[in-house]
C-alpha cells in the first residue's frame, strides 16, 4: 500500500512534472524506489531514452533490467561529460531529482556541501539537483 499510496505517485508526478513528448531523454539522479517510478513512468509518459544515475551498483541493474534505463554510476564517471556524450552534445531533455535527503557527491562538491551543512549554512545537499541544472538542455524542465 505504502508503494501505492506514496511512492508510486511521486515518482509518476515528477515525470508528468516534465511534460514528456514522443522521443524525449529523460535524465533520473537517484534509483531508489522513488526513481525506480519515475523511470517507469517517464517510458510510460513517451520518453524515447531514460538515463538513470545512482553509485549503488544493485539499484543500478535493476534500472537496466526491470525498467530498461540507460545507467551512469557517478562514481565511475564524470555526470556531465557522460550525460553530454549520452545525447550528442546537447543535454537530457528533462531531469528529476529523485535523490532526496543526503545527496553524496565525490569530491571537492561533495566534501563543500558536507561542510555547508556541518556549519548551518546549507540545510541539505544539493548534487543532483547542481547536476541537474549544469546538465539538462536549454529551457528543459527539471
Avoid at 79 to 107: N, Y
Wanted: hydrophobic share 45%.
Amino acid at each position: 500500500m505504502l508503494f501505492l499510496s506514496d511512492i508510486f505517485p511521486t515518482g509518476y508526478m515528477a515525470a508528468e512534472a516534465c511534460d514528456i513528448q514522443p522521443g524525449d531523454v529523460i535524465a533520473v539522479w537517484g534509483c531508489g524506489p522513488v526513481g525506480q517510478f519515475a523511470i517507469k513512468s517517464a517510458y510510460l509518459l513517451g520518453a524515447d531514452r531514460v538515463i538513470a544515475i545512482d553509485r549503488f551498483e544493485y539499484r543500478l541493474r535493476i534500472a537496466r533490467e526491470r525498467a530498461g534505463a540507460e545507467t551512469i554510476n557517478y562514481e565511475e564517471v564524470d555526470v556531465f561529460e557522460a550525460l553530454r556524450e549520452m545525447t550528442g552534445g546537447r543535454g537530457p531533455d528533462s531531469c528529476i531529482d529523485a535523490v532526496g535527503m543526503e545527496g553524496h557527491a565525490p569530491g571537492l562538491a561533495g566534501a563543500y556541501d558536507r561542510a555547508k551543512v556541518s556549519l548551518a549554512l546549507e540545510t541539505d545537499r544539493p548534487v543532483a539537483l547542481r547536476e541537474a541544472i549544469l546538465a539538462c538542455r536549454r529551457v528543459g524542465p527539471v
